[in-house]
Structures are given as structure tokens and as C-alpha cells.
């Protein structure tokens, strides 16, 4: 995987209103969005197809992170085009990345839409009463794919900028698994 400057970092993202989450979200300095599924020796790949449709819809960059289990079905072979794939050994907590991933090009407003919240879409409000779904639906008739884009992403940083901060200060000099909860919600979830 080639290297990125990295804005923020994520675990456990939620997007589409919370009927996916994205394992690991990074956001790179110069704006891209890029997305790790983890299918662990307790996964299953029977879901990945649908999931990764909906990803593909939704960030730059999808990644695939396979447990070793996986490494001869057949399914990876048919990941689709786009989307880049590693196998992680677990033992050294390393990763052997296999394709890379590529930048998708054509993204869904409606599923970046899903990242903005009623405060976010405040300029879309007429009245008190105007539900989420109504100020999404306005807005993606008002704006277009970038705007859409610019603000999910902004929106994004907003929210797990300050975890990423507390990871920075906290971790490990090499990073350790205990130092991955400053990103998680549970975490945050504990004050």
C-alpha cells in the first residue's frame, strides 16, 4: 500500500445511517477517504459483496484486510476491480498487500449525504419541523458531487479529529492493539 499523509484516522465509522461501518476510515491530507473492511478468522465472506458495493459507492480507496483462513477462496479473486486487498499475519501483526487499491472516481451523493447531520444541513432548513431526510434531499438537488464530497469529508474530521489528536499523544512508539481505543466510540463512550 503506498503511503499516505494521514489527517485522521477512525475505527468503527458508521455510514449509511449506520447500516455499515467501516473498520478503519483514514482521511489523507489532500482529502481522500480511504476505507478497510477486516474479515477476521471469525468472518465470514457470505455479506462482503453487498458491503463492498456499498463502500465503493462511498470512499475514494476500499481496502480488504483478509485473515490468512481466506487466503484460497475464491471469492477474493472476484473482488471487483477497484478495491485493493492484504492478508494479515496475525502473529506478526503485519500485512502482506496483495493489489492495491485504486481511486474511485464516481462517488453517490446520497451515500456521502448520510455523513452530514441536521446541523450540518442547517442551510437547507426552512422550517423547524424539516426532518433530515427532507434537508438531504434538498441538498442533493442543490449542490454537486464535490460540494457534497468537501462537506462529508469536513464533516468527518470534525467528528474523530479529536480522538486522533489523544492517539497521537498516548500511543506506543510502535503502535500497540490497547493504543487502538483511543479511536473507538466505546472508548469515548467510558467518561
Known amino acids: 500500500m503506498k503511503k499516505y499523509q494521514t489527517r485522521i484516522v477512525g475505527i ?103 455523513f452530514l447531520w441536521k446541523k450540518d444541513l442547517t442551510k437547507y432548513q426552512t422550517k423547524k419541523t424539516d426532518t433530515v431526510a427532507l434537508l438531504r434531499r434538498r441538498m442533493k438537488k442543490s449542490q454537486n458531487l464535490a460540494i457534497i464530497r468537501k462537506l462529508a469529508i469536513n464533516a468527518l474530521i470534525r467528528r474523530y479529529k479529536d480522538r486522533f489528536k489523544i492517539f497521537l499523544k498516548e500511543k506506543s512508539k510502535r503502535v500497540q492493539e490497547d493504543d487502538l481505543d483511543y479511536l473507538t466510540k466505546t472508548f469515548w463512550g467510558t467518561f
Open 12 to 114: 468503527e465509522i458508521p455510514f449509511l445511517s449506520g447500516k455499515r461501518w467501516a473498520d478503519v476510515l483514514i482521511i489523507t491530507n489532500n482529502g481522500e477517504m480511504i476505507a478497510f473492511e477486516i474479515k477476521s478468522d471469525l468472518d465470514s465472506l457470505k455479506r462482503m459483496s453487498r458491503q463492498l458495493q456499498d463502500y465503493t459507492k462511498t470512499f475514494d480507496q476500499v481496502y480488504v484486510i483478509f485473515s490468512t483462513k481466506f487466503k484460497k477462496n475464491n471469492l477474493i479473486r472476484a473482488l471487483p476491480k477497484s478495491i485493493g486487498y492484504a492478508f494479515i499475519n496475525n502473529k506478526k501483526l503485519d500485512f502482506d498487500f496483495i493489489k492495491q487499491a485504486y481511486l474511485k472516481q464516481r462517488l453517490s451523493k446520497e451515500n456521502l449525504l448520510f
